[in-house]
């Protein structure tokens, strides 16, 4: 009986392998030829840490994977947050984390190569930050000397999603 598992790597032919039996004083020998026939294999995947981001802040992260057998690799989410893209050949996350953005997110990424799909996510702890509040509009204002200024402006708190005050200096 002969076992063998071939790894991964094994792919090829293997001529004149030959096996012995013997009952203690005859010898006899068979040889005959294996064939390793090539496996696709899944995408290879750099392991991701859990990153720590803060509100407002620019993500850029580029999730790293390669293919064994140079399958192309496409990268896909149906759960990217709000404002956030995966460009699908370079697996290039980009994201500007707003501020309605919970603790902890989770980002489910899909990693395809050939026939074979890996299932990966990214995490990130969405730390609170104090949004600089700004303005609405911004009119352009002509005025006479001598006329009066009414203006009404509304100001934008993103970390509440409501208004602010204005004030005239």
């Given at each position: 009986?002969?076992?063998?598992?071939?790894?991964?790597?094994?792919?090829?032919?293997?001529?004149?392998?030959?096996?012995?039996?013997?009952?203690?004083?005859?010898?006899?020998?068979?040889?005959?030829?294996?064939?390793?026939?090539?496996?696709n294999?899944a995408?290879?995947?750099?392991?991701?840490?859990s990153?720590?981001?803060?509100?407002?802040?620019?993500?850029?992260?580029?999730?790293?994977?390669?293919d064994?057998?140079?399958?192309?690799?496409?990268?896909?989410?149906?759960?990217?947050?709000?404002?956030a893209?995966?460009?699908?050949?370079?697996?290039?996350?980009?994201?500007?984390?707003?501020?309605?953005?919970?603790?902890?997110?989770?980002?489910?990424?899909?990693?395809?190569?050939?026939?074979?799909?890996?299932?990966?996510?990214?995490?990130?702890?969405?730390?609170?930050?104090n949004?600089?509040?700004?303005?609405?509009?911004?009119?352009?204002?002509?005025?006479k000397?001598?006329?009066?200024?009414?203006?009404?402006?509304?100001?934008?708190?993103?970390?509440?999603?409501?208004?602010?005050s204005?004030?005239?200096?």
């Amino acid at each position: 009986r002969l076992l063998w598992s071939p790894r991964v790597d094994a792919a090829g032919h293997y001529r004149d392998v030959t096996v012995y039996a013997s009952d203690g004083s005859l010898t006899t020998e068979h040889s005959f030829s294996i064939n390793v026939m090539d496996v696709n294999q899944a995408p290879v995947v750099t392991p991701m840490d859990s990153l720590t981001v803060r509100q407002g802040d620019l993500v850029l992260y580029r999730i790293q994977a390669s293919d064994p057998d140079n399958d192309v690799i496409s990268y896909t989410s149906d759960a990217l947050p709000t404002g956030a893209s995966l460009d699908h050949r370079t697996g290039l996350f980009q994201w500007r984390v707003g501020y309605a953005e919970t603790t902890e997110l989770v980002v489910p990424v899909q990693i395809e190569a050939g026939p074979h799909t890996r299932n990966v996510s990214l995490t990130f702890e969405v730390l609170n930050a104090n949004g600089v509040p700004y303005f609405e509009n911004r009119p352009v204002l002509q005025l006479k000397q001598g006329q009066s200024l009414d203006l009404l402006m509304g100001a934008i708190d993103p970390d509440h999603n409501g208004h602010g005050s204005a004030s005239l200096r």
